[in-house]
Every structure is written in structure tokens, then in C-alpha cells.
């Protein structure tokens, strides 16, 4: 999956590696020990407490390939976007550079991507 910051541009690239838990229960490794994500010193303003299951938080475990400070985000013109936080990422244009910035192979850029 590719990570796009809205007005800013993508600023990650990693693996899925299992399925979507509600972020009250998800759990993390940091340094080399298992905590609850929530424990973690979080920044923005999350809904995880929501008992509604169709409108709180849910976030996937990811390994991540690369990463990119928001200063060096990458956009260009054409490149695409959309709101949602996740959809397919067909776009050959935007793919290609993603591949050359994030200095992946192409068996790296093209497993089923999102943004």
C-alpha cells in the first residue's frame, strides 16, 4: 500500500501484513515488546472509543518498506489522489513515479496497492 497525507503527498510505502482490528484492541511492538497501540503516545484526534463499529477506528498491522518525512512527500502534477482512506491504486503515471521514488521493484509496486 502506498500512504498519501492529503495537500501534502505520499509519504509511505509497506505490506499489509493481516486484517483491520478495532484500534481499542490493536496491539503494537515497541521495542521488542507488545503494548496496546493505545498505551502509545498518539497524535491527532481519534474516534477509537466509539462503541459503533461502522464509525470507530480500525487500523491494520503494516510492514513497512519505506518512509518519507512529510517535507519530502512525494507529488507531482497528474499524480492521482482521492479522498477515501483506501482505494485501488491503478494509475500507471502515479505507480511509476511512486516506483522510482520509493526505489522499489516492480514486483514491490504492483501487489494489490492502496492509498
Known amino acids: 500500500m502506498f500512504v ?15 486484517p483491520a482490528v478495532l484500534a481499542a484492541q490493536a496491539t503494537v511492538t515497541v521495542d521488542g515488546r507488545q503494548q496496546r497501540l493505545l498505551d502509545c503516545p498518539l497524535a491527532g484526534t481519534y474516534r477509537y472509543t466509539n462503541p459503533d463499529p461502522d464509525t470507530t477506528e480500525y487500523v491494520v498491522p503494516v510492514n513497512w518498506i519505506a518512509t518519507k518525512p512529510r517535507e519530502d ?10 479522498q477515501n482512506t483506501a482505494c485501488p491504486l491503478r ?12 526505489d522499489l521493484d516492480d514486483d514491490e509496486s ?3 496497492s492502496t492509498c
Do not use: C, S
Not at 498519501?4 to 493481516?18: A, E, N, R, W
Not at 512527500?73 to 482521492?82: I, K, Y
Not at 500507471?92 to 513515479?97: E, G, L, M, S, V
Open 4 to 18: 498519501h497525507m492529503p495537500k501534502t503527498g505520499y509519504v509511505g510505502v509497506g505490506t499489509v501484513t493481516g
Open 73 to 82: 512527500a512525494v507529488w507531482q502534477r497528474g499524480m492521482f489522489a482521492n
Open 91 to 102: 494509475n500507471k503515471f502515479t505507480i511509476d513515479q511512486l516506483t522510482r521514488e520509493f
Open 110 to 112: 504492483t501487489g494489490g
